[in-house]
């Protein structure tokens, strides 16, 4: 592997180093010196970011399709930046203007994509496993930008590079991990890439709310915010997903922030140096107070930041199968 300070050059990008699998759908099928590779390569791509002119040429003339079901606004925006950074020619589709209105399922809408010869498919979906049956059925790369509750791999991917650069390292950080742990896909991807990494990983949310194999991911489970937060180095709040919700978890939104909202006070018993995460979008006043999100602890924007770096870093190794 060319060492990191060598893979950008002023014209573009070195020849990429890849990664071991065709597709990246989940934070499992990668080793750990997979995963710091893309956090290396990310960390290179963010200058790319700082030239007065923000392109490199290292997917010219691939073809990018992003396709998402379920709205979204930091990953399909960021996804669509990193390709315009690294010169792709970028396809957004959404299910309302496809032909999914009309009835045509998953499987068919993918195989006349890929009758058209696209190079990556980005893809999010409402299902789980979503991003597996499209990648079974296209030759196209696949990119898992979240299917249903299952995973989020380049969400984990950003937050480890945002408590990385912060903390310096991820192995021996207390994190703790507090909201919608039920319904988030983002949890179960950044519970399993902190774990490899050395992180020590803490949950915390209602009692409706908990995983049924929450034994499985080998994490400490409480309802008690105030036990979870103490000793924090990392504070990462999840949002309350209403939209896949089937009953009724909480009493209100106001008694669950009463119990579970991020506040000054709360923070206070985190280490003095804790950082404050959220995936987003955020619902102020429901799983953070606003002078939280706001304030000098906050690293939220920087993730939004890195999502654009991360998702360079990913495009580009897996554009080394692409050369193969």
Request: glycine share 8%; with cysteine.
């Amino acid at each position: 592997m060319p060492p990191i300070a060598d893979v950008l050059t002023p014209d573009g990008l070195a020849a990429p180093v890849g990664l071991r699998t065709k597709d990246l759908l989940s934070i499992g099928d990668l080793l750990p010196e997979e995963i710091y590779l893309i956090l290396d390569t990310a960390e290179a791509m963010k200058e790319v970011g700082t030239r007065s002119i923000k392109k490199v040429p290292a997917l010219r003339g691939r073809t990018v399709v992003n396709l998402f079901f379920e709205a979204s606004t930091r990953t399909r925006t960021s996804f669509e930046v990193a390709q315009k950074r690294l010169s792709a020619d970028t396809i957004n589709i959404a299910a309302s203007g496809s032909s999914v209105v009309k009835g045509e399922t998953l499987a068919d809408t993918v195989r006349n994509l890929e009758a058209m010869a696209p190079d990556i498919i980005v893809v999010r979906h409402q299902s789980a496993g979503a991003g597996h049956l499209v990648a079974r059925l296209c030759r196209a790369r696949v990119i898992n930008a979240g299917d249903g509750m299952h995973e989020h791999p380049t969400q984990a991917l950003l937050d480890a590079l945002t408590i990385r650069e912060r903390k310096g390292t991820i192995k021996g950080l207390k994190v703790s991990i507090i909201g919608d742990l039920l319904h988030s896909r983002v949890l179960r991807s950044n519970v399993q890439l902190l774990q490899v990494l050395g992180a020590d990983v803490s949950v915390c949310g209602p009692a409706t709310m908990m995983l049924p194999d929450m034994a499985r991911l080998g994490v400490r489970a409480t309802t008690s915010i105030d036990e979870a937060v103490e000793g924090a180095d990392v504070v990462m709040l999840l949002r309350i997903q209403l939209e896949r919700m089937s009953g009724y978890f909480f009493p209100s939104l106001r008694e669950y922030f009463q119990l579970f909202g991020m506040t000054p006070e709360r923070l206070r018993r985190a280490k003095p140096d804790a950082i404050i995460m959220h995936p987003g979008p955020m619902n102020r006043g429901v799983e953070i107070a606003s002078d939280v999100a706001d304030g000098p602890y906050s690293v939220i924007l920087e993730q939004v930041a890195n999502g654009v770096a991360v998702r360079m870093a990913v495009l580009y190794l897996l554009a080394d199968e692409l050369q193969s």
